[in-house]
Nanobody, 121 residues
Framework: QVQLVESGGGLVQAGGSLRLSCAAS????????MGWYRQAPGQQRELVAN???????NYADSVKGRFTISRDNAKNIVYLQMNSLKPEDTAVYYC???????????????WGQGTQVTVSS
């Protein structure tokens, strides 16, 4: 089995910072992309930042210049550093990864359970 476990969410005032972490574990042969999505109440899940194993990192326009995604490939961890947080950043943040499982020998799309980020004004 493959698991993605997020941590680092919480309550912060506008202008503050948070750092999210997501660790992938289990039957992993290879990981290509890792990224973060978010879903606010009543809204669709949207891409926040995506870090492929090769190629360009992508950010949602709403977070460019404020959020930074990074990866520790040796530990299978992806981070999201969030600075200058705004109330509109309030959402459940989900980790996502494309993983080749050693159990199935198939590439699949995996999601974490989500971590709540609340930004107060």
């Amino acid at each position: 089995q493959v698991q993605l476990v997020e941590s680092g969410g919480g309550l912060v005032q506008a202008g503050g910072s948070l750092r999210l972490s997501c660790a992938a574990s289990g039957s992993i042969l290879r990981i290509n992309r890792m990224g973060w999505y978010r879903q606010a109440p009543g809204q669709q899940r949207e891409l926040v930042a995506n870090n492929p194993s090769t190629g360009t990192t992508n950010y949602a326009d709403s977070v460019k210049g404020r959020f930074t995604i990074s990866r520790d490939n040796a530990k299978n961890i992806v981070y999201l550093q969030m600075n200058s947080l705004k109330p509109e950043d309030t959402a459940v943040y989900y980790c996502n990864a494309g993983i080749l499982s050693s159990a199935t020998i198939l590439w699949d799309d995996y999601w974490g359970q989500g971590t709540q980020v609340t930004v107060s004004s």
